[in-house]
């Protein structure tokens, strides 16, 4: 296999690998939904690292590009988490039988507010659940970029277990 520069993907397509591996990770965590948590996340975490191996390994994408597209998706995950666990907690104020008095409104303003805070929390780990492994995934593939296919899988092999 040919593994000069000239053969590489362009850049832009870090950012494809880097959406796919998102993608392929949340299907896979859902697939392995009745294995546990810990299956759950290691599918995940498993399918980013490779993402982003692939987004400097496939491409002439630098690091720092790979690394972009994998922050820029995790602030987009956790945007969305957030936005999906606040509007749950508001839906659920919004349907709770009220008397209209100062006290209901207050009682759903706080139950609101939890919920704000529950999604800002889920939304920070989220955030750093895809950029961690996406980075992980972006130096190793650059760091061994010159190597041929099996090199570089036992390269990335090792640098996950260290």
């Given at each position: 296999?040919?593994?000069?520069?000239?053969?590489?993907?362009?850049?832009?397509?870090?950012?494809?690998?880097?959406?796919?591996?998102?993608?392929?990770?949340?299907?896979?965590?859902?697939?392995?939904?009745?294995?546990?948590?810990?299956?759950?996340?290691?599918?995940?975490?498993?399918?980013?690292?490779?993402?982003?191996?692939?987004?400097?390994?496939?491409?002439?994408?630098?690091?720092?590009?790979?690394?972009?597209?994998?922050?820029?998706?995790?602030?987009?995950?956790?945007?969305?988490?957030?936005?999906?666990?606040?509007?749950?907690?508001?839906?659920?104020?919004?349907?709770?039988?009220?008397?209209?008095?100062?006290?209901?409104?207050?009682?759903?303003k706080?139950?609101?507010?939890?919920?704000?805070g529950?999604?800002?929390?889920?939304?920070?780990?989220?955030?750093?659940?895809?950029?961690?492994?996406?980075?992980?995934?972006?130096?190793?593939?650059?760091?061994?970029?010159?190597?041929?296919?099996m090199?570089?899988?036992?390269?990335?092999?090792?640098?996950?277990?260290?």
């Amino acid at each position: 296999m040919n593994n000069s520069t000239s053969s590489k993907l362009s850049p832009g397509f870090a950012w494809l690998f880097a959406l796919l591996s998102l993608v392929v990770g949340a299907g896979l965590s859902f697939a392995f939904k009745g294995l546990g948590s810990k299956a759950m996340g290691g599918a995940y975490f498993a399918s980013l690292v490779v993402g982003g191996f692939l987004a400097t390994y496939m491409t002439r994408a630098k690091t720092g590009g790979a690394v972009l597209a994998f922050l820029t998706l995790a602030g987009g995950a956790a945007a969305a988490y957030y936005l999906v666990i606040a509007k749950l907690f508001s839906t659920v104020a919004e349907a709770a039988p009220t008397a209209g008095s100062a006290a209901d409104v207050a009682a759903t303003k706080a139950f609101e507010a939890v919920g704000n805070g529950i999604g800002i929390f889920v939304a920070v780990i989220v955030f750093f659940a895809t950029f961690i492994p996406g980075t992980i995934g972006a130096s190793v593939g650059s760091s061994v970029r010159g190597k041929t296919g099996m090199e570089a899988a036992g390269a990335m092999a090792k640098s996950l277990a260290a």
